[in-house]
Structures are given as structure tokens and as C-alpha cells.
């Protein structure tokens, strides 16, 4: 993909429903910009929908984030395309980071619950590869 407007560009990094709020009105107030930098936007969507827990739900919140984002700016059909394998890198990042900090975390890290919910992701994006 190439490395340049309007495909890669300023991102939060890790959009993810915990890092954003929605006030009683509907509006949003997005958070926590550590992982802030440069990056594809397709990969910023696709880190958005690896976040999402596995179940019926997720899929109207995938669609309604894609339609919030395109009615700034429409996906080329190669962004799209790369959305779901980029949610399978996020996931596997997410997932590399914890294992990788887990001697300064502690047993948060070893948290049974986390790698389920993380293999549940995984298993629910590879039927839809």
C-alpha cells in the first residue's frame, strides 16, 4: 500500500471503543493518543474492528464506524481489501504486546479471559478472510 495522502496519514492508533466517549447527546470525544503517528488508515480501521468483541452486534458497529469514516473521505476498493487482513495484524500485535509486557504488568497479562476473547477475534476474522 502506498506510503502517502490520502492512504497513510495522522492516526490515533488505537481507536478502540475503551479509548472514546459518547455523551449523552451522541457526541464523541476521542482519548488516549500514546500511539499516536503516522500510519494507513485501513490499518486504523482494521485495529478498530479487531477491538470489537466477537458476537452480532460487532458487525453493526463495523458498519457504522466504516460509514462515519467514509463520509469523510471514501476507501479506495484496495483500503477495503486490506481492512480485514489488518484487523488480523492488530490482533496479533495486541496480543504480542501483552505476551511481551507481561513480566511488567504482572498477572493481568496472564488473564485467561483476554487470550480467549483475543482467539475468539481471531477465529471470528478468519472465517471472514
Not at 63 to 81: D, I, N, Q
Amino acid at each position: 500500500m502506498p506510503r502517502q495522502a490520502p492512504w497513510f496519514g495522522p492516526c490515533t492508533g488505537d481507536v478502540n471503543p475503551r479509548n472514546f466517549h459518547v455523551d449523552e447527546r451522541g457526541r464523541i470525544t476521542v482519548f488516549d493518543f500514546d500511539q499516536c503517528g503516522l500510519g494507513w488508515r485501513a490499518f486504523e480501521i482494521g485495529k478498530f474492528f479487531a477491538s470489537l468483541p466477537s458476537g452480532p452486534e460487532s458487525a453493526a458497529l463495523r458498519a457504522a464506524f466504516l460509514r462515519g469514516y467514509e463520509s469523510v473521505r471514501t476507501l479506495e476498493p484496495e483500503e477495503r481489501r486490506a481492512i480485514l487482513p489488518f484487523s488480523v495484524v492488530s490482533c496479533l500485535w495486541v496480543m504480542a504486546l501483552h505476551a511481551y509486557n507481561a513480566d511488567l504488568a504482572g498477572p493481568l497479562l496472564a488473564d485467561p479471559n483476554f487470550w480467549n476473547r483475543k482467539l475468539g477475534v481471531l477465529r471470528e476474522l478468519e472465517s471472514r478472510l
